[in-house]
């Protein structure tokens, strides 16, 4: 029997896999909308929905069509040529938002990643070397590349890796008077979800973003808004920041736009791509015409106004079903979110 055919299981993870990871003790092979079905053939629900990845849940039909036809005429040709879904999917991501051009990639790291080496690109050219600072605020979640991690706000994440990146502060997220004391001229960029995701679900306020765009304009920093979590969809609007009327310079996207193919998405205006010129960045697979065929079919599914309110409506369904438990067991102190990006703080 040869390696291909033979029978894994979980503990096959422990032997041949690095250890950052510990998944649960059986084995996925099949996935239908919410379910998944392990090795066994036991059903489950899956609750964890990709970790906001599946936002269209297992091998949605549309989405296993894009992928099948597109695997039957072209895989992979490099940046050293374009592609059509690569270029149908950002006409459709720029018809939709704020942003004139866009860089794509594989995670949200990566996307991350590119805004901030924009962001300093920007700064360098037009104002000089000292103008390198970026702020983010704490509890944030920007990715996991030396860069990213130290750009979010969770020490846990970035100790024991040596010496941090310099320039990178933190203050309290929805503290404006925090913000308006750190920026400065230096500053470059500020780096922002509109709703964090991991420090719990905690959206920012009206007045707070306003606030920091304003400072972003009054210091010519770059406002970079991280929708990795928050976007396509889950607020219900395609973009969080949506629900606040505040534009970013720059906007970062992954997760659920490829419904589980691995993409992501920098966005931004032409003025500031304009200062990414040939080989100043790059990616092998960004662009890549499968990824980005599943992620056209993505975007036709949840940019529509019967998905974007369901959301909507459901969102406020599930809080106020919460809300009830809370109260007759007296298990939440808050209730939170937009959309069905909702999080309950325990008592």
Not at 53 to 75: D, I, M
Request: glycine fraction near 10%; proline fraction near 4%.
């Amino acid at each position: 029997m040869s390696i291909q055919e033979a029978q894994v299981s979980r503990a096959d993870f422990d032997q041949v896999m690095v250890p950052n990871y510990a998944p649960a003790g059986f084995v996925p092979v099949r996935g239908s909308g919410s379910r998944l079905w392990d090795q066994s053939g036991r059903e489950l629900i899956d609750l964890s929905g990709g970790i906001a990845v599946n936002g269209l849940g297992h091998c949605h039909p549309a989405l296993v069509e894009a992928l099948t036809t597109q695997a039957h005429k072209l895989w992979h040709v490099s940046n050293v040529f374009t592609n059509e879904p690569a270029l149908r999917l950002a006409r459709k991501l720029t018809a939709a938002t704020f942003a004139d051009r866009v860089f794509f990639s594989n995670s949200g790291a990566e996307a991350n990643e590119a805004a901030l080496k924009l962001a300093r690109r920007v700064a360098h050219d037009r104002f000089g070397e000292d103008k390198y600072e970026i702020i983010s605020a704490l509890n944030s979640f920007h990715g996991r590349t030396v860069f990213t991690v130290n750009a979010g706000g969770q020490p846990k994440y970035s100790e024991g890796f040596g010496p941090r990146p310099a320039g990178i502060s933190h203050v309290q997220y929805n503290d404006l008077a925090a913000m308006e004391a750190m920026i400065s001229e230096r500053t470059c960029a500020v780096i922002l979800e509109p709703i964090q995701g991991e420090s719990g679900v905690l959206p920012a306020e009206q007045a707070y973003l306003e606030g920091v765009r304003a400072l972003c304009n009054k210091f010519n920093a770059l406002l970079i808004f991280d929708e990795v979590q928050s976007g396509m969809g889950r607020s219900g609007k395609l973009f969080a920041h949506e629900h606040y009327g505040v534009t970013p310079d720059v906007l970062t996207t992954a997760k659920s736009l490829g419904g589980g193919f691995p993409i992501s998405a920098m966005l931004t205006t032409s003025d500031y791509a304009a200062h990414l010129a040939v080989g100043t960045h790059g990616t092998t697979f960004g662009g890549n015409p499968l990824a980005c065929a599943v992620g056209e079919a993505v975007l036709d599914i949840i940019n529509t106004p019967a998905v974007l309110d369901g959301v909507l409506a459901k969102g406020e369904y599930l809080r106020a079903k919460l809300r009830a438990l809370g109260e007759k067991y007296n298990l939440f102190e808050l209730v939170r979110g937009k959309g069905l990006l909702v999080g309950a703080v325990l008592n």
